[in-house]
């Protein structure tokens, strides 16, 4: 399988369950990130790993968690989350770190909270 | 205001239409993306420039820096052209895409 791959694709949890995303890229690449895109708003960065190192946190809470434990997976793990983080989850990729190369996106894990 | 404004929000067209697709920014970039996101979530991009004028098939994208702002036309617009169009841009050092709101086109037959 080629290009970024997420699962689940859909996932309903409640308030006080655990529960991880999965993102893969066979492109090479060796940044990832994450995104959340909620309903009316614009795509929201959270997490950016360059060569599995956590470059950027962007105010993200702690109930996210990330873990990038090679170039070629990314994971968010979740925990206590609130019915506001109810969201589409996107990862996505690029060869390198920085807005200047085209980033590759991954086909999103809609969330939904109870 | 955000600093990536987008307009129309939402435009339709009929089928072999033309159609322009504006975005204005505020900041210093390095670069300007244009992406593609159908019904379902999945995003593509189309464009990523930082000067004049790039083309791929149908779809143009331009861009006047000095005037901070870019335009996605599409020619001979096609229904399964319908997505959402999302301009973004990076600012020079920085890992950060920041995104307008999108403009939602359907296109009809």
């Known amino acids: 399988e080629t290009g970024v791959t997420q699962t689940p694709r859909h996932l309903v949890m409640g308030m006080t369950n655990k529960k991880s995303l999965k993102c893969e890229q066979h492109?090479?690449?060796?940044?990832m990130y994450w995104y959340k895109q909620s309903a009316k708003k614009p795509l929201e960065l959270m997490f950016v790993?360059?060569?599995?190192?956590?470059?950027e946190n962007n105010s993200v809470p702690s109930r996210f968690s990330p873990e990038c434990p090679n170039s070629s997976h990314l994971f968010l793990h979740l925990h206590t989350l609130q019915p506001e983080d109810s969201a589409l989850y996107l990862c996505?990729?690029?060869?390198?770190?920085?807005?200047?190369?085209?980033?590759?996106f991954g086909p999103g894990t809609r969330l939904t909270v109870l | 205001k955000n600093e990536v404004e987008q307009s129309p929000q939402n435009l339709t067209a009929q089928e072999g239409e033309f159609i322009t697709i504006n975005c204005s920014y505020s900041v210093g970039i390095s670069a300007l993306h244009w992406l593609q996101q159908h019904p379902g979530g999945g995003i593509v991009s189309l464009f990523m420039?930082?000067?004049g004028k790039k083309k791929h098939g149908r779809l143009i994208a331009t861009i006047n820096i000095q005037e901070k702002h870019s335009s996605l036309h599409i020619t001979a617009s096609h229904p399964r052209d319908s997505a959402v169009y999302i301009c973004a841009v990076s600012e020079p050092n920085t890992d950060k895409l920041i995104f307008g709101t999108g403009t939602r086109l359907q296109v009809f037959p």
């Open positions: 492109l090479g690449h060796n940044a």
């Open positions: 996505a990729s690029s060869l390198q770190r920085g807005g200047s190369d085209t980033q590759y």
């Open positions: 420039l930082s000067s």
């Open positions: 790993y360059s060569l599995e190192e956590r470059v």
